[in-house]
């Protein structure tokens, strides 16, 4: 099955330093998004991203944070000026919105996930 | 309000059992989708099982059902014959408004489950 990858797997940063998460989704899907998970808690939506714009995003997803799809395969999450408290696993996810009731079309598929710890 | 409740922190399952997954979702919307997610020790994020508002079906994959009752607003997965690879935390999410713009997904608090051999 097609799957999202993700690199790196883990990331270390020092605060205030610039990281760059990145995602190669599924080919032919449309949509893409970051969504994070502080570690404990609940995963959170931060963006999402269709035809070259950002179509949605969360108060989470502020000035500090940007997306870019530089080619046709690549998405990135930049986070201009890391804190500590963006430390958090971050997966990528696409999906390709099909008929209504098909379900098997609804499947978002997650990447493995960055984990990102800033020091 | 929250908009996904999984009201079962943490649940044991013996082998070869089946277990079910509590599941209570908010919406005013008349079209949404509920997912379970898997998520191993090793922290990816695998799909389970989907289900639209308007299905009138409940969904299955495999070992995974949801019981989906609409009226209550509930969602709950049922896992059958418990593996030990079940082992790892369920997530329900869901997604508000019409299908194609896009899966922005809610996330409830997660259920950790493990199986006992």
């Known amino acids: 099955e097609p799957e999202v990858t993700q690199t790196p797997s883990h990331q270390v940063t020092q605060m205030g330093q610039e990281v760059i998460l990145r995602c190669v989704p599924i080919s032919n899907h449309l949509y893409f998004y970051w969504y994070r998970q502080i570690l404990g808690q609940k995963v959170e939506f931060l963006v999402s991203?269709?035809?070259?714009?950002?179509?949605?995003k969360s108060e989470i997803f502020d000035d500090q944070f940007s997306v870019e799809r530089p080619d046709g395969s690549n998405f990135t999450l930049k986070i201009r000026s890391t804190k500590l408290e963006d430390s958090a696993m971050y997966f990528c996810?696409?999906?390709?919105?099909?008929?209504?009731?098909?379900?098997?079309?609804?499947?978002?598929?997650f990447g493995s996930g960055t984990q990102l710890s800033v020091l | 309000a929250q908009k996904i409740t999984q009201t079962q922190p943490g649940m044991f399952v013996q082998e070869k059992e089946a277990v079910t997954l509590d599941c209570t979702y908010d919406t005013s919307d008349q079209s949404y989708g509920l997912f379970w997610y898997k998520q191993p020790s090793s922290g990816e994020m695998i799909f389970l099982i989907y289900?639209?508002?308007?299905?009138?079906q409940n969904a299955t994959e495999g070992r995974y059902s949801l019981n989906f009752q609409k009226a209550r607003k509930s969602a709950n997965l049922v896992i059958s014959a418990s593996q030990l690879g079940d082992s790892a935390m369920y997530f329900c999410a869901m997604r508000e408004g019409l299908t194609a713009a896009g899966n922005k997904l809610t996330f409830g608090g997660g259920t950790r489950v493990l199986v006992k051999p």
């Open positions: 996810a696409s999906h390709l919105p099909g008929a209504e009731t098909r379900s098997r079309t609804e499947k978002l598929f």
């Open positions: 991203f269709y035809n070259n714009e950002i179509s949605e």
């Open positions: 289900q639209g508002s308007y299905d009138e």
